[in-house]
């Protein structure tokens, strides 16, 4: 079946600087790369997704990138600030509702 | 609109029990999706209603059972309890198609003692 798997499991950056998370998948019939942020006791929120007709998206500070050929999807988000400090789950989807989500990455912005 | 919302938000059930959860979707979702979060396994699919029909259903024993009713709203169902059943459980609303955005409700904190 479908895997995900997201690197790194942990990721520290100071405030301002980048932070790039990675995902790969193995199904190739995966067409939807959703991107969720869950702070702590909270839900897990959409902030971004692409779909495999797209190789990039961007929405402010937040960018996605896929490639389809290396089965690879990343989040890059820049100009980090202290409320982007949360766990972050990448997740891919063959077509239907299921989702295939990432082992989840800690993201800290240190001030 | 509102979001989606999951009734309760707080369980305790003893091994052996069966637990009964509640999701109710965004207004116009016709999709409910129902997802296991465990701090060792991470996120897990459990299974989809579309239209009072299952669609997608997961790895999970058959004692993890769901259904949907016209109005779209979902419940799951979690028979015999395990003390590995211990989890946060979300469900995530969507139009349905495939694929659409799903948005997650607060889920159901169940702890089995």
């Known amino acids: 079946g479908e895997n995900v798997e997201q690197h790194p499991s942990t990721l520290s950056v100071q405030e301002g600087d980048s932070a790039v998370i990675k995902c790969t998948y193995s199904?190739?019939?995966?067409?939807?790369f959703p991107w969720y942020k869950q702070e702590l006791g909270k839900r897990p929120q959409l902030i971004i997704d692409?779909?495999?007709?797209?190789g990039e998206k961007k929405d402010q500070r937040i960018a996605v990138t896929l490639n389809k050929t290396a089965k690879h999807f990343s989040l890059h988000i820049t100009e980090t600030q202290p409320e982007d400090s949360a766990v972050y789950f990448c997740a891919a989807s063959a077509g239907a509702q299921k989702l295939v989500f990432g082992q989840g990455t800690r993201l800290t912005i240190n001030p | 609109k509102a979001g989606v919302t999951q009734t309760p938000r707080y369980l305790i059930k003893t091994r052996g029990q069966q637990v009964t959860l509640s999701c109710s979707p965004i207004s116009g979702h016709r999709s409910v999706s129902w997802y296991q979060q465990t701090p060792g396994q991470g996120l897990q699919f459990l299974f989809e209603y579309f239209s009072e029909t299952q669609r997608n259903k997961g790895n999970f024993p058959g004692r993890f059972s769901g259904r949907q009713f016209s109005n779209s709203r979902s419940e799951m169902n979690v028979s015999t309890l395990e003390l590995g059943d211990s989890a946060l459980y979300l469900c995530?609303?969507?139009?349905?198609?495939?694929?659409?955005?799903?948005?997650f409700g607060p889920g159901t904190r169940l702890t089995v003692t």
């Open positions: 995530a609303s969507s139009q349905g198609g495939a694929p659409y955005e799903q948005y």
């Open positions: 692409i779909r495999s007709n797209v």
């Open positions: 199904d190739s019939a995966s067409n939807y």
